[in-house]
């Protein structure tokens, strides 16, 4: 029997439950014995010219070896020279030119928690102490707070590039096909800027010996780390060694290594010292990267009969105080756009502007939560304008089951997708109409606590960068045993169970005897990482080519032994035994095999997908709303999300879980604030409105599995589709909660403030 | 100043700042680091341990105000190699993820469960506030307390 799609319990967590998990700052290697503490000395104030540091009191106090700033970094070399022009364009990629951001500020701070100097001390706590003798001057300048502020330029965060836009991609203005339709609906709408915040913060160590730096790094990718490492401190890789040993979550945000690491990296050469820096999370509020902050202008037509003709999505996306990512986002979002939906005309842009506020990356679904929670939005308001269920007008615009493989008018090509069959699913599962039932017996009583029913059926992209790849090394030893090298990185996702499946699967070699190595570029020197729900799909994909090979390799190995032909070799997999076809007495373990080779058994492969893939669903939220109060329920969750075959449904349901939490938190309570100076408002966990498990239902899950013919396992990734498909779903049953009230939007969170102050506004206007 | 804790059933002594946090003390004196930081408010509850049986945010306890009790950490909870109840509750539930809001989540359902042996879900939901968990949604980890609680009541 097959082990692929039974439910396996993880090999990890024995570990991580009675010794605890090794983050960064659990190394107790010999290599950082004695190593010092750094402290970063953090810009209090949203923009401001820096016009002096002075360190001497700091550097008088016990314990302090060192306090540097950027003028302390003669060793590198200078930034790139002024081309006038953004560098990066629509990939990944920080703006480089007038937009540059510095490893530590020169002469100029751009959000609060910029890094400005770090403080290196003997102890833990003589970091702080230090930190706040060191004394900078700040001329303040007029801070740019929110996308709109930005357009106007009335202040440049970058003075020489001559406006705070560093890239565009304009939308469409033709009015045409909207003047062909009988309902056009129009809407601002928000999808706020949200803080990351895995549970452990950003946390780096580095040492520098004999020419070689080796850093410890809380990533998703220790290879790219070590290629940012390079650009950064002119190394060649052979001179860097990076490890990432346990992650405490990432969740988009620790993508690489950003400027606070490479400072960390490169004080450590500088300083000949081993250090450590593990970020509080006061700092990790304001300094990580944080998520979505894009403000979007739509438009959606269509006729009565429910047929959705036209649909404009003009995004701004608000990137912080440095753009790193370019344009991927918002072209994420446009790419995106339509959704489910065979729309004959679809119009998007994009502008990325620069405010004084933390640097805006990747968090789970990056650009694709922002298109799912608009176009979702858009479909209920077009559906209440037109009165018709918002079910119904969602089954007659979806693309048909016979139209895969589908090109989207904004240049997406979905490989498959059964996007009714989701709904229908989804409904079923609810009791769709026995709730609609009930909210109208709540709406005709008057009854304080209505109920909402939300619904969004969503695609989202997964491996979009699919081309790049994913390696893994898989070796069989003369013991039996096997260990894969992944260039893949867990942080929570459980690839060592999974990889391990796939061993078993294809070799038969017992789990129990496959060790799963990540994170080292001395072991894996090339390697992508864990991101955009990638993992299984390229990183398994990997694993499973790898084991192909190794089983071919020996099963000429096997045959040679036996002095069979090849093709009268076969694998059984459940004893892990290799026979000759009809002689049961002839039989080889993996350990004898193996030892038969020189070298062992080894195969290094790498897989790559021609193409990305679109999982899908549909979501039902019910909420209860508190008419009198404003405060938001969440009584039930259903979804149907389809990702393809599923691998280990004990790890498929924790990521969906975990998506469904996180796009909860977005729809009802999460939001980084600042005020009109851009000070955060949210830099603590006591401001900060991290949803917990007293605001959260158990959630109904329901199975549904479209395979893909983009890789040998069918399969797509599950890592975002929860966050992607619950957001909408929930803002929209808060909304239909009060939607009889005459309230047609409710900005994200709806929190009890939000929504009451629009129910208090939808019955001042009904008074009139 | 000079503190005496038991930590796990081992006594520990210790010339210690003043201000030295009791989660300090755990990672960096007696360099059990499965107590994690996930904070600075009290906020997340990652750092959870018991004090006396009690459980408590070790970020806002000073080593000094432990001294002379005694704390157990995740790293104490398994007895014989034999894992504990929760613990045996969060592998069979995959009631973790990356692992970091694991240990001071499994303690504050050992307390919880201590004081309410047979909790409603609403309870344990409710009980839970003060530990943040940002992988599983929580689902799981509710559901681990619930099997815990089931298995106490059998073998009681």
């Known amino acids: ?768 | 100043m000079k503190v005496d804790l038991t930590v796990n059933g081992k006594d520990i002594s210790a010339d210690v700042e003043d201000r030295m946090l009791l989660v300090h003390f755990l990672r960096d004196v007696a360099d059990l680091t499965a107590t994690n930081v996930g904070c600075d408010t009290t906020s997340c509850g990652a750092c959870t341990v018991l004090l006396d049986g009690e459980s408590v945010k070790s970020c806002t306890v000073l080593a000094a105000q432990a001294s002379g009790h005694e704390i157990t950490t995740v790293e104490g909870l398994a007895t014989n190699g034999e894992m504990h109840p929760v613990q045996r509750a969060f592998h069979q539930e995959h009631g973790l993820q990356c692992g970091f809001c694991t240990p001071g989540m499994v303690m504050a359902i050992v307390s919880l469960l201590k004081e309410n042996p047979d909790p409603s879900e609403q309870q344990v939901r409710q009980g839970l506030e003060g530990n943040l968990c940002r992988c599983t949604g929580y689902h799981n980890i509710v559901r681990a307390a619930l099997a815990a609680a089931d298995e106490g009541k059998v073998s009681a």
């Open chain 1, 1 to 768: 029997m097959s082990i692929l799609g039974t439910r396996v319990i993880r090999t990890e967590d024995p570990r991580l439950l009675t010794a605890g998990a090794v983050y960064v700052d659990d190394l107790r290697v010999p290599e950082l014995d004695g190593a010092a503490r750094v402290t970063f000395v953090r810009s209090p104030v949203a923009h401001a010219r820096i016009t002096g540091i002075d360190a001497s009191a700091a550097l008088s106090e016990p314990g302090v070896v060192a306090v540097l700033t950027v003028q302390d970094m003669t060793d590198l070399a200078p930034p790139p020279p002024d081309s006038g022009e953004p560098v990066g364009g629509e990939g990944p990629a920080p703006l480089g030119g007038p937009w540059s951001e510095p490893l530590l500020a020169a002469d100029t701070v751009r959000f609060v928690g910029e890094p400005v100097a770090v403080v290196i001390t003997d102890g833990r706590y003589q970091g702080e102490d230090a930190a706040d003798l060191v004394t900078v001057d700040y001329d303040p300048l007029p801070a740019v707070v929110g996308p709109e502020a930005a357009l106007t330029s009335e202040s440049l965060l970058f003075p020489a590039a001559g406006s705070n836009i560093p890239l565009t991609s304009p939308v469409s203005a033709d009015d045409a096909p909207f003047d062909a339709c009988e309902v056009v609906v129009e809407q601002a709408i928000v999808n706020q800027r949200l803080a990351c915040m895995p549970l452990e913060g950003r946390a780096t160590a580095a040492t520098f010996e004999n020419g070689k730096l080796t850093v410890w790094h809380s990533s998703q990718n220790a290879q790219l780390c070590r290629l940012i490492l390079c650009g950064a401190l002119g190394m060649a890789p052979d001179q860097i060694r990076v490890i990432v040993p346990d992650v405490g979550g990432g969740f988009g945000a620790k993508v690489g290594i950003d400027r606070d690491g490479l400072v960390v990296a490169w004080a450590a050469r500088k300083t000949g010292r081993a250090l450590r820096w593990n970020e509080t999370r006061s700092e990790n509020l304001v300094g990580m990267t944080q998520g979505r902050a894009q403000l979007h202008h739509i438009k959606i037509g269509g006729n009565r009969d429910g047929k959705i003709l036209a649909y404009r999505i003009d995004v701004i996306q608000d990137s912080g105080a440095y753009s790193r990512m370019g344009g991927f986002l918002p072209m994420l979002t446009c790419l995106m756009a339509p959704g489910v939906y065979d729309i004959p005309a679809v119009q998007a842009g994009y502008r990325v502007v620069v405010t004084n506020a933390t640097p805006i990356s990747a968090y789970r679904g990056a650009g694709r939560p922002e298109a799912a929670a608009t176009i979702e939005r858009a479909v209920d308001l077009f559906a209440a304008e037109i009165g018709m269920d918002p079910a119904e007008v969602r089954r007659r615009n979806f693309v048909a089951p016979d139209k895969f493989p589908f090109q989207t008018k904004t240049g997406a090509l979905y490989d498959s997708g059964q996007y009714e069959e989701a709904l229908d699913k989804v409904l079923a599962g609810a009791g769709y109409q026995e709730l609609r039932k009930e909210q109208e017996r709540r709406r005709a009583s008057g009854d304080v606590r209505q109920l909402g029913i939300g619904i969004s059926s969503y695609v989202e992209i997964t491996a979009a960068d699919g081309a790049a790849g994913e390696t893994a090394k898989l070796e069989v030893a003369d013991d039996g045993t096997a260990t894969v090298y992944t260039g893949s990185s867990p942080h929570g996702q459980g690839h060592h169970t999974a990889w391990a499946m796939l061993v078993q699967e294809e070799l038969g070699i017992p789990m129990d005897k496959v060790t799963v190595v990540h994170g080292d570029t001395d072991l894996i020197p090339v390697g992508v990482g864990t991101y955009a729900s990638r993992s299984l799909q390229l990183g398994g994909s990997a694993v499973h080519k790898a084991a192909v090979e190794v089983k071919d390799e020996a099963r000429r190995q096997a045959a040679d032994i036996l002095e069979a032909a090849e093709a009268d070799v076969v694998l059984d997999t459940i004893s892990g035994l290799w026979q000759v076809r009809g002689d049961p007495e002839a039989s080889l373990t993996w350990a004898q095999v193996a030892g038969h080779t020189s070298g062992g058994l080894v195969a290094d492969v790498s897989f790559a997908a021609d193409l990305p893939t679109f999982p899908f669903g549909a979501h039902v939220s019910v909420v209860e709303v508190d008419t009198e109060t404003g405060k938001v329920t969440l009584l039930r969750h259903v979804t149907v999300d389809d990702a393809g075959p599923v691998l280990n449904p004990v790890l498929a349901e924790g990521q969906r879980h975990g998506g469904i939490a996180q796009g909860a938190a977005q729809a009802l309570l999460e939001e980084v604030l600042y005020d009109a100076d851009g000070n955060p408002l949210t830099s603590t966990l006591a401001d900060y409105a991290a949803i917990t498990a007293a605001e959260l239902p158990s959630y109904e899950l329901l199975a549904s599995e479209t395979p893909t013919t983009v890789n040998p396992l069918g399969v797509k990734g599950i890592g975002e589709a929860g966050t992607i498909g619950s957001t909408p779903a929930i803002q929209n049953a808060v909304i239909d909660a009060v939607a009889h009230l005459g309230i047609r939007h409710i900005d994200m969170p709806t929190t009890p403030q939000r929504v009451w102050t629009a129910i208090n506004e939808a019955q001042k206007a009904g008074n009139q």
